[in-house]
């Protein structure tokens, strides 16, 4: 064996080597294969080998933004067979990652189905999920086809097979998040607003030696996905200087208050994912570490609401103390470091070289491949441009010599023989006469030597340009910047993490701000017994034509003013009251329907809400009066209110068949106005009206008429009792000076009238009042409101024979005639009428 291995040495088919040297090269291989072909970013696009091929196969397959998604099963076997020699798992996964919008900063695939979730899900299998390419990825990709950068083939070695070194990467390299591990190098690359990197870069063309400290004025650090806070600018100077830094990031945490809890709601959280985030607070509040919170961290977290974790306060609590010690002991508050290291390589050849880098040097290099990516899409498309040019002088001198050259083509044996034919007789060249020899016969005849010429012309004016943009870098740097405008105006967005400057990372907490911001709105519930929100002063001004159709935003039953901070109390026709904050309103337009208001509160089917009420206290002297069809009222302080919620309590206890028909929010002193369907109308003291507690049966208010019930009752207060607050609340709770007040009387078939309050005799609480609407046969009393002539009211009526729907009429309430209590009211409209609502004056005031 020994002789034979001689001999094999010296036939030259055995080489001996040091075993550690060989090690050393194999490794050095290795780790170069690594950094260069897996871990490492490219410079210039900002990806990773396996990114750029996921996005090039998807690209090349026509898998675009305006296409429907494909199965992502069909892209992994896509990329594995034509591009990447790797597992499916690999591939899917880093195709997820550049789907989730959690991950990625301007994600560059939109998936559908389970892409996983920031509680740490893992992603559906890939037979189930599907994607595409995303509008992003498509700028990223830009020019591809305009020989831009370089192409190879890739394993498959197949000619029509291809991929790039990089991509003409039309998107800055730092606003998507990068990390990897190779071998003696890391990069921990975060992401940055899409609108100021560019704007940055913008700058840098024209002052490429800026500072760092003018860097960041325009990019003021980096944006994550998931919001935050950093703290302090140093981190963010440090690794925008040299590449490497450390920064403090914590969650945006609010106070959220109830009539029942006060809550810290966590609504943006570092980029560590909210499972951890979960896991590190319950772990805090277990251990002692936190005190001051009860036991439970409610994930309420949605993809409509976004990041919602809710912490309740024990009631001693101090908010911004518990939060101090949030941010001390858990993932709420987390230090990130980072390390820019990409690879580098000169024009039109494969990166090799990584390198850490500062954000102004990346951003230049960027700056240099981009006026690189211009200049070669602009001689591409010049190339092009001749090469049309030559053959349209081709098609015209073929245009003035059609019946010739069909003669030739005739004459021919073949098309090759009629090719040199026209080659000679019009001294054209191979490409011209190609493109005329292979047209059929019946196309030459109809070559059209105008629209050729047109054509020429313009593509002259097109060569001049890209000639000019080739000689004169400063047009094509302007070019450059008005492409980079072009791209801020499509995928700008506005910033998502607040860089604050001035906090320090070891001073407590001193205030934590409310969830909601106390800003006036309108909250406006419909006759289907929906709810929405709405700007102040939506209703202030109105442009409603005097007749029309009742549209979405007409179903209107009652329109109160208030504040996003207020608590909205709703009175049920069952006697329940329920409550809840103003904030958890839907936002909608008037054009909207809104939400059910069954969907907010625990409404039965069989109940109605009756009124709803914006309270921004519950103050001892004011009051809750609610009034029942059978004539019963019950005066219950609003303090006896602060507990209810959503669930709602039992208020009014009813009789049998009895349901609540009215509810008023009042202060005490003034008078009531309850009138009933008959007709009558009872005017009392609020002094005859005794408290009592939040549960009790009540007391007659008014005596009705065999066959009767109580419909309506206003609130007369009194005029040095209305103070600025109050005014806020007068159309909720029908509160207007005696002084200038005028009772308006609406039947159901459509007749009105005002009466001055004077008209109507003070009498004493349970009697039968007096007649304030005499009423035809069939008729009843629909309600009843209290104005001021200057007041502006809707009123919904449907037309006799309903064949024309749901209509509208706008009055001001001073067109209504104002008669004394037995005189005869006018008819308003010829139909039934279905409502009346009040319209404010200005809600916004």
């Known amino acids: 064996m020994a002789r034979m291995s001689d001999r094999s040495v010296e036939q030259g088919t055995i080489r001996e080597e040091d075993f550690a040297v060989l090690l050393a090269r194999a490794f050095a291989t ?46 992994v076997g896509l990329i594995l067979g034509n591009y990447h020699p790797h597992g499916d798992a690999s591939v899917y996964e880093a195709a997820v990652r550049l789907a989730q919008p959690f991950t990625m900063r301007y994600p560059l695939i939109e998936g559908q189905g389970n892409m996983g979730s920031e509680d740490g899900d893992a992603p559906a299998a890939y037979r189930y999920t599907e994607m595409r390419l995303s509008p992003l990825a498509e700028a990223l990709m830009a020019d591809l086809e305009c020989e831009t950068v370089p192409l190879h083939p890739t394993y498959k070695q197949d000619p029509k097979v291809l991929e790039p070194d990089y991509l003409p990467g039309r998107l800055p390299p730092v606003i998507n998040p990068s990390s990897g591990i190779a071998v003696g190098l890391a990069t921990n690359i975060p992401p940055h607003n899409l609108a100021e990197v560019l704007r940055a870069c913008i700058a840098l063309l024209d002052q490429p030696e800026m500072s760092v400290e003018q860097l960041m004025s325009i990019i003021q650090g980096p944006d994550f996905p998931q919001g935050g806070r950093v703290i302090g600018l140093d981190g963010i100077r440090d690794y925008f200087t040299t590449g490497k830094g450390r920064i403090v990031i914590r969650a945006e945490v609010r106070l959220e208050e109830t009539p029942r809890s006060r809550s810290l709601v966590i609504v943006q959280i570092p980029p560590v994912g909210r499972d951890r985030v979960k896991v590190s607070i319950a772990e805090a509040i277990n251990a002692g570490r936190v005190e001051g919170l009860l036991p439970d961290v409610r994930d309420e977290s949605d993809a409509e609401k976004g990041t919602r974790i809710v912490l309740d306060l024990r009631k001693d609590a101090d908010p911004a103390r518990v939060l101090t010690q949030l941010y001390q002991e858990t993932d709420l508050q987390v230090s990130l470091s980072f390390q820019m290291v990409f690879l580098f390589g000169e024009p039109m050849q494969p990166a090799r070289q990584p390198r850490q880098v500062g954000m102004l040097e990346l951003l230049n290099y960027w700056n240099a491949h981009q006026v690189d990516v211009l200049t070669r899409r602009a001689q591409f498309q010049l190339r ?12 015209i001198i073929g245009a003035a010599n059609a019946q010739e050259i069909v003669r030739l083509f005739q004459q021919a044996e073949d098309r090759a023989e009629a090719r040199r034919a026209i080659e000679e007789r019009y001294k054209l060249t191979a490409a011209q006469s190609e493109v005329i020899a292979g047209m059929t ?59 604050d400057a001035q906090a320090r990372v070891d001073e407590p907490v001193r205030e934590v701000l409310p969830l909601y911001e106390r800003t006036p709105l309108t909250l406006v519930l419909t006759r289907a017994a929906t709810v929405k929100t709405l700007p ?21 039953r009652q329109i109160l003013a208030g504040y996003s901070q207020d608590a909205v109390l709703c009175v049920a026709s069952s006697g329940r009251v329920f409550q809840l904050p103003a904030f958890r309103l839907p936002q909608a337009t008037r054009s909207a329907r809104g939400e059910p208001l069954a969907r907010l509160l625990a409404l039965n ?10 309270l921004e206290a519950h103050e001892e002297d004011r009051y809750l009066v609610t009034f029942s069809r059978q004539g019963k009222v019950k005066k219950s302080p609003l303090s006896e209110y602060r507990t209810v919620d959503e669930e709602g309590l039992q208020d009014m206890k009813l009789a049998e068949g009895d349901a609540v028909a009215v509810a008023l929010v009042v202060r005490a002193g003034g008078e009531y106005l309850v009138s009933s369907e008959s007709g009558q109308t009872l005017r009392f003291a609020d002094e005859s009206l005794r408290v009592q507690g939040r549960a009790g049966q009540g007391v007659m208010a008014m005596t009705l008429a065999a066959g009767s019930r109580l419909v309506s009752a206003c609130y007369l207060g009194q005029p040095q009792e209305l103070p600025a607050e109050e005014a806020r609340q007068s159309e909720q709770a029908d509160s207007v000076a005696a002084s200038t007040a005028a009772l308006l009387v609406l039947s159901e078939q459509g007749y009105a009238k005002r009466v001055p309050v004077e008209d109507l005799p003070l009498r004493g609480r349970a009697t039968a009042g007096v007649s304030s609407l005499t009423l035809v046969p069939g008729d009843h009393l629909l309600t009843t409101l209290l104005v001021q002539p200057t007041d ?11 064949s024309k729907g749901e209509q509208t009429l706008v009055l001001y309430a001073q067109e209504i005639p104002l008669l004394g209590r037995t005189g005869a009211a006018q008819r308003l409209v010829e139909g039934r009428l279905l409502a009346a609502v009040l319209l404010p004056r200005t809600l916004d005031s």
Do not use: C, N
């Open 536 to 556: 102040p002063g939506a209703y202030g001004s109105r442009s409603t034509e005097r007749y029309g159709p009742v549209r979405g935003d007409e179903q209107l």
């Open 792 to 802: 502006q009211l809707l009123f919904i009526w449907r037309p006799e024979g309903a």
């Open 441 to 499: 016969l019946s196309q030459v005849t109809r070559l059209d030597a105008q629209k050729y010429a047109r054509e020429r012309e313009e593509l002259l004016t097109r060569v001049a340009e890209l000639e000019h943009l080739l000689s004169d870098r400063r047009a094509l740097v302007t070019l450059l910047k008005k492409e980079m405008q072009q791209l801020i105006r499509r995928f700008g967005d506005a910033r998502r993490t607040v860089i």
């Open 605 to 614: 089917p069989d109940e109605e809400p009756v009124a709803l009420f914006t």
């Open 384 to 395: 092009k441009a001749r090469e049309r040019l030559h053959v349209l002088e081709g098609l």
């Open 30 to 75: 290795y780790g170069l294969s690594v950094v260069t072909d897996r871990a490492l970013p490219d410079a210039r696009d900002g990806l990773k080998p396996v990114q750029r091929r996921i996005l090039t196969g998807m690209h090349e397959a026509g898998y675009r933004s305006d296409r429907p998604t494909v199965k992502s099963a069909e892209v």
